[in-house]
């Protein structure tokens, strides 16, 4: 009966479904990554197979470091401050008593989710574009128009946009698990509210935010559509260069290579970041049945 | 003193968050004013008129009216599905002790947001056209489950976080089930996580194209695709009369939850339980 | 009362099947159904409204969603069953098709109307088989907004004027594939083998920061020249045609000097038949779409170049319509073959020499 209680239950159906539908197309990626490319054909040598590491050696060309540059650079930033603006939103939506206003927040919140990805791109594009406030970025870091840096820097205003939502909705849950009497204890032995904020709150709900973190991070460095659109072929990620090997070129072999590159070095860049993170606080999770 | 820093850091907090709360909403507002704009093509922002000809496009066509219809259906398949097998894998990670072991299946769970999703479509189609099932509703639904399921697995996870085990423990020495304990205590608490999770991967799953276009056959298509398919060489100003509808179709359906259930009933209050004075 | 609701109701049950029945007749079409792939937006609206001339078939649409890979991926993972009857793409996916032996040979025993289009704009296979069925002509040239450019564009060298500076629109290595570029090499005396002319003015530009966007489909070309956010750009003709039709003047580059540089490539679209799928219906509904009269309104509508030699040729795309002699001195046909083969070279090549200097 014990051994009974002692299986993990629960994690047995979401495993067979993420094995039958991921583990399995992933081996089929892989060894699809291995064959050789016959320019013209579909999806490498018909009939034969050849092994090769040719469509992964492609990739370690220095230019390509450049777009996971990019790719990660420019999500952490992205992340970071779509974070740190959600923070406040998601602990007043957590804590604040029933009001017009958080209703109101809270719808606003879930409708801009919907709106189509494509359409709010294209909003930042017009709006931070040269007919918009391009001009006035380029000023203010003091570069040309098309400079890579006002580039980059529209690429990160749309990744906001698009990760801030996601970032506020999913905090609130972390804070909803403390006490506010924790807060206000503090107060009353002295603290201001900054201090105690600081002190006794964030360090427990570490563990949730960095979940969040990592997961937003993740959200953006597959992000597809804001680099496709706003990067103006300047600025360009992983994902997008997988995109035009699968569904323009058919290189199939090569996109195969790309993505599981993209996938290892994605994977361990945001577990080694839920680790700086979050980490600390494993301490204070203390026992778990 | 002590008050004087708390201003400045609300202040500044207030004004960080401001600036990118505008740029969370402009280009939402941009969508839904370029949704009525009269002109053919991607012209100088403010539109020179009104006019309905965007949305008439898209409920004249009886493809747009199909997709959308199929679109959800798909959403809300592959997002109910998502939510009980991320609510039951965030369980069954909380089980788990040792940090490698867990660390390796919440990687595994998580893996998904890190492939792009044109490679889950292409590689799907490989896998369901060896298996014999092919294109369609079952490949696009998987395809869309695969893909919600990290956010889902996440939002419990970051919920079930603070929910002390002791909790647990408690409705245990009452006599409850490990079973009964779980679904009357853990859960409602979790309620938050879960709720949002559902929410996302609606949003997401409505959304989704790049591997939903391998997976479309001529009869079952998803409301993205045919209005990419209809703009990828034309300027279609249709998807923007589209997504407003579909802010129109939620804000709908959050004001009809908010009404009967309470929208901040849905995002309860924790461990506090609920003082909302509705 | 009762009674007479019975009766009420059983007079409509009759008369509700009594009036399906002729309906069922009706909706029992003999026409047979083939499966189309097409393109999205204004070319299906075209060739929908072109289905008045056939009556031969039904049409089950699929559009294209992704690039034109896409469809090779669906096509080959339903092996061995085959989805669609038709399939409509440009050349280099005809070139992977026929590489991989997907296409039927199409002759003018079987469908008449083949023998009025000219025999060069056909695909052939190894053997000289014409795989595929030409529908339109699309050059692919420059052009400029004459209000929005600095200055009257006249020859290859001026697109590095400083007075550019990020009013150009270049389309990247998978778009057009890669016509752009061919075009910059033959303008410059190379070819689709010997792109080395190309690639150094390129990077040229790239380095002049003349470079505004780099597009990845038609319609970032397009928004982006409709937009003011450029005012120089590279595509088919059609979609110069398409801004014009806007309201806005523009002039495509289409008949330039020899010495300009500016070369206009001829691609052809047109549609395949899949082996193994409905073929005779097939190929009798493609006869019937490449008649004069359906090809001609095709061309009307879509900005482009019938082409059916009987077909009459719309006033509006005057400017583009070349006769021979303008062919030969103003345009050129690339060797799909080679063009099919190096795209993946070119692509890297892109990502590894130009993006860095943008």
Redo the contacts between chains.
Sequence with gaps: MKTWRRINWPIMPPLIAVACLLVFPLMIVLSLSTRQ?A?????GI?GGYQLTLDNYL?FF?P??L??VTDTLWLSLIATTIAVLAAYPVAYWLAVAPSSWRRRLTIVALIVVLYASAVVKV?GVS?AL???GLRGSIAEFWGV???N?LVTSTVVVVGLINFLTPIATLMMVAPFQQISPSLSAAAQSLGANRLTAHLTVIIPLCRAGISQVFMLVYAASVSAFVIP??LG???V?FLS??VY?????????P?GAALSILLLLITLCVTLGLGWIVGNPAAKWRGYRS | MKRLIDSIGLTLVGAFVGVVLIIVVAPFLYSLVMSFDP??????FPPPGISGQWYAKFFSDERYVRALWTSLFIALTSSVAACILGTLAALGLLRIHREAPRAALDGMFASPKFVPN?VIG?AL??A??IVGI??GFTAITCAHLLIVLPLVVRSVSAALDGIKPSLIDAAMSLGATRAQAIFDVVIPLARTGIAVGFVFAMAVSLDE??A???L????V?TLP??L?????????LTIAAAAVMMMVLVLVVVAVLDITVGIERLLGRGSYGDSSNR | MTHCIHRRNFLAGISGVAAAGPLNFALADEKPTI?LVE??????ESIAALQKYQSVANL???????????I???I????P?V?YDVVAAWSPVF??MI??DWLETVTPEEMPNLADIPAGLFIRDASGAAKTVPREINPHMWGYRQDRAPFEIRRLQDLLDKRL??QIV?P?P?LNTSTQMISIARGLGGSEENMKPAWEFVKELAKS?N??????????V??SL????TSVGFGAAS?FM??A??G?PVTPLAKMPADSGFKAAIAMQGWCILKGGNTKVAKAWANAMVAPEPNSQHAAHNGVLPVNAKSSVPPRIAAIRYSNDELAAHTYTPNW?VV??????W??RW???I??L?
């Design positions: 490319v320019p013209g054909q579909v999806g018909v492609t060309h230019a390509y450049r777009y294209y017009i574009g040269p007919m040309g128009m098309n890579r496709l659109v103006r072929g300047q360009a997008n260069l035009a090997r699968f569904s323009e070129v058919a290189d199939f090569g | 002109r053919l093509y991607l012209g100088t044109v292409f189609l490989m369901f056209s092919g294109a194209v790049a939903s276009a391998f479309t056959t001529p009869s298509v695709v045919v990419i398919s209809d703009m990828k060489a034309n300027f279609d | 499966t393109w999205g937006g204004r070319t299906r089950r649409w699929e559009l294209h969603a992704g690039g034109a890979a896409a090779v991926a669906k080959r993972a339903a092996k069953a989805n070139v992977t590489n991989e500076k990020g270049f990247g998978v920061g470079i505004g966007r780099v597009a990845s489909s038609d319609a970032e397009n928004n409709t937009s003011g956010e979609h398409r801004i039709d806007a806005l073959k099919s083969r190096e795209l993946p070279n692509t890297q990502e590894r020499e993006a860095p943008l």
